[in-house]
């Protein structure tokens, strides 16, 4: 039989995502509504080794729900990926009683977690956060929604001077290997042509597009392009376009790190808050090694393996639907 749960560490890890304190905020109070101790853990992984943790009460979570970024902070950690360095992690947790654990973060957070399981056998529970939204066995990740509306709203003001200069703007947003902050801001701020890492379309399908614009007259344009487009980022594609329309005026916006921060949007807080409470839930029905996961609005645990090795792509109705609407 599973040990009974009293003492539980929450922390973040990875990348920040929009909606992290909202998800600790919910830990923390869940917890405490179910008699729990918990403690957060600081830097994810690497605070866990240094030992870095500290008891959170409910009022230690007041106040955070609206902010961005993390309260506990976070980072990378390399040591977490030796054996040496998760080692260590485990006497810090034995150290201070800890039955289980819920991580905050995406498919590297993940990818520990679940190893972290598989060597000392303490109970683990995921939350997805990152803006990426690439993490199978959920709808939504926690911080998506807030980088697309962040996206939206740098595009509509580079709309503004594209438009009244009859420039096309390449404009790259985040997403190392999926599309959907691309495809989602593409649609949402009405853009002229998205390159995701799951099109095939390529930059000879791109030049015929935008020659075809040309012929209509039609100089201004925005191409969203996210970060790990297969045919190269904002810069390189310009680049290869230019050098095939040398009469177009083209400028690059790569809108980074902006997409990270800001106050959580509602849809963002409202995500966050349910799947910190699934995870304290979850934890306390013995559910152990999964993500607790959001799918067609209800709230599901999925393994951790899953989460991490299969892959969940953008819909390919949204894709298409880019492209009709953008003709
Ligand atoms: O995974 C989230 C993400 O924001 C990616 O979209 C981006 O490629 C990466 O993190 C950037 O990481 P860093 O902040 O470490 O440069």
Do not use: W
Request: hydrophobic letters at 40%.
């Amino acid at each position: 039989m599973s040990k009974e749960i009293k003492r539980v560490a929450v922390f973040t890890s990875g990348g920040d995502a929009p909606g992290m304190n909202a998800a600790l905020r919910a830990v923390v109070r869940s917890g405490s509504y179910h008699d729990l101790h918990v403690f957060g853990i600081k830097r994810g992984y690497e605070g866990m080794i240094e030992g870095e943790i500290v008891r959170l009460e409910r009022a230690d979570v007041g106040n955070i729900i609206h902010r961005g970024g993390t309260f506990l902070k976070t980072a990378r950690s390399e040591k977490f990926m030796t054996p040496e360095g998760r080692k260590l992690a485990y006497e810090t947790l034995l150290a201070h009683d800890i039955d289980a654990c819920v991580a905050i973060g995406g498919n590297g957070t993940f990818t520990g977690a679940h190893k972290f399981y598989e060597e000392f056998g303490i109970p683990i529970i995921g939350i997805p956060g990152t803006i990426d939204n690439d993490l199978y066995g959920t709808d939504l990740t926690i911080g998506f929604d807030t980088a697309v509306n962040t996206a939206i709203e740098a595009v509509d003001k580079i709309r503004d001077t594209a438009d009244s200069h009859n420039r096309l703007f390449f404009i790259e947003v985040m997403g190392r290997h999926a599309g959907f902050i691309a495809l989602n801001t593409g649609i949402g701020s009405g853009a002229g042509y998205v390159i995701i890492p799951e099109s095939v379309r390529t930059i000879e399908d791109l030049v015929e597009e935008l020659q075809m614009n040309a012929r209509r007259k039609k100089l201004f344009s925005l191409v969203i392009v996210a970060e790990g487009s297969k045919i190269g980022g904002a810069t390189q594609i310009a680049q290869k376009v230019q050098e095939k329309l040398d009469f177009y005026d083209i400028r690059v916006t790569i809108i980074g790190h902006l997409q990270r921060g800001g106050s959580p949007t509602a849809q963002d807080r409202v995500l966050a808050s349910r799947l910190g409470h699934a995870a304290i839930e979850g934890l306390i029905a013995g559910q152990k090694d999964v993500m607790a996961g959001v799918i067609n609005n209800e709230i599901v645990y999925v393994p951790l393996l899953d989460a991490i090795t299969r892959t969940k792509g953008p819909d390919e109705d949204l894709q298409h639907l880019a492209e009709i609407l953008a003709l």
